[in-house]
């Protein structure tokens, strides 16, 4: 069924996923995904053990299914150190508290795609990792197949940071994964393109400078060089005649 044979106006809200969504979330993943989550995954988002959740709902629905989830976003808090991407953000380990957030699953029933749900699912994650002090960074991975989800993440700000070979194993065949970071709270690359872009200056300006003074120093070596009985192809013809008439077997002048 397409968006189109909605026969209402969606009203869609966002509230945290609660054990009543057991079924339906357990469900939603298996329809979505092809990969199979314990259940005890399922028990941690519901029960809220160490993992934090939003779900979509369309209060608009008839029949009491005005409650039921029709998408979602879970995702857990992991210690920057820990993580496993220290190298792709400026780590200060002085601080070994800071804390990424990572989102672990997110996803939308079929017929109320292209809504905008996801995104709105994605800053609900956003909105709660800045409201973390320790924390610097979203993170996730997504298959590389699945072009609609990279280019909604691109659109949001995230970055691409790293492509990992063969990362997901999924009925036996291997698949890579784009990983992908939005920032928060300060934090950033260990390489901000303020940074690359100085370093890049830098780099030409020194190299600008090291040339100047090869050049200096050819003409300082050119100066003095020639002698006018000796004179080759350094000396222009013209020069070198009028050299030669001032010439006493000292260096030129």
């Given at each position: ?51 934090v ?46 804390t ?7 996803g ?77 709270n ?52 013209q ?15």
């Open positions: 069924m397409s968006n189109q044979e909605f026969s209402h106006h969606p009203t869609i809200c966002y509230r945290p996923i609660q054990p009543s969504d057991l079924e339906v979330l357990e469900r939603i993943h298996a329809e979505i995904f092809p990969i199979r989550y314990e259940s005890e995954f399922f028990q941690s988002v519901v029960h809220g053990r160490d993992i959740s939003w779900a979509a709902v369309d209060r608009s629905r008839p029949n009491g299914q005005s409650d039921e989830l029709i998408g979602f976003v879970t995702a857990r808090i992991a210690m920057t150190k820990e993580a496993g991407i220290g190298d792709l953000l400026r780590y200060d380990p002085s601080k070994p508290d800071q990424l957030v990572y989102i672990l699953t997110l939308v029933v079929e017929t109320y795609r292209n809504l905008g749900i996801a995104r709105s699912l994605i800053r609900q994650v956003i909105k709660y990792a800045s409201s973390v002090p320790t924390c610097r960074a979203v993170y996730l991975h997504v298959i590389s197949y699945n072009v609609p989800a990279i280019h909604l993440y691109k659109k949001m700000s995230f970055k691409c940071i790293r492509r990992l070979q063969g990362f997901y194993l999924i009925n036996g065949q291997h698949y890579d994964s784009f990983l992908f970071v939005y920032y928060v300060g934090g950033r690359s260990p390489c901000s393109p303020l940074e690359l872009f100085l370093a890049v200056v830098s780099y030409v300006t020194s190299g600008l400078k090291s040339v100047a003074a090869r050049i200096r120093k050819n003409e300082e070596k050119t100066a003095k060089w020639p002698k006018c009985k000796d004179t080759q192809s350094l000396i222009s013809m020069t070198k005649r009028n050299i030669t008439t001032q010439c006493t077997g000292y260096e030129c002048v």
